[in-house]
């Protein structure tokens, strides 16, 4: 019912940064809460981000706060992750999420209804 699709994934240097987007379609009132989950190599999913459906709340993982932010754009069916002062840790697959189910914590990634096809960022140290 809904489709996620990211962009501006890529190669940067420790300490620079990089905003990633999502763009949502079909069904996007159901939508509501939206996130950011991400992927490094050879390790767990995690959970990285989310924005309530007003963006009245944010949450971030404590590996991440301080440096990225969450924001959305409902008019535009778009969600956002700005992300500073990357650390070569923060290299991973970053995937888009939306659909919060509710029954699950928000970091839990079978919270999610829909996914993103995934976006790689490179950090180089």
């Known amino acids: 019912q809904v489709q996620l699709v990211e962009s501006g994934g890529g190669v ?3 300490g620079g940064s990089l905003r ?11 939508t509501n809460a939206m996130g950011w989950f991400r992927q490094a190599l050879g390790k767990e999913r995690e959970f990285v ?11 971030y ?8 932010t969450i924001s ?5 069916n778009t969600g956002y992750l700005q992300m500073n002062s990357l650390k ?8 888009c999420v939306a659909g919060y189910r509710g029954g699950y914590s ?14 790689q960022v490179t950090v180089s140290s």
């Open 88 to 95: 070569p840790e923060d290299t991973a697959v970053y995937y």
């Open 61 to 68: 993982a404590d590996s991440v706060k301080g440096r990225f």
């Open 49 to 59: 981000a989310r924005i309530s459906w007003s963006g009245g709340i944010t949450s």
């Open 106 to 119: 928000y970091t839990d990634r079978y919270a999610y209804d829909y996914w993103g096809q995934g976006t």
């Open 12 to 14: 940067v240097q420790a």
């Open 20 to 30: 990633l987007s999502c763009a949502a379609s079909g069904r996007t009132f159901n």
């Open 72 to 76: 959305r754009d409902n008019a535009k």
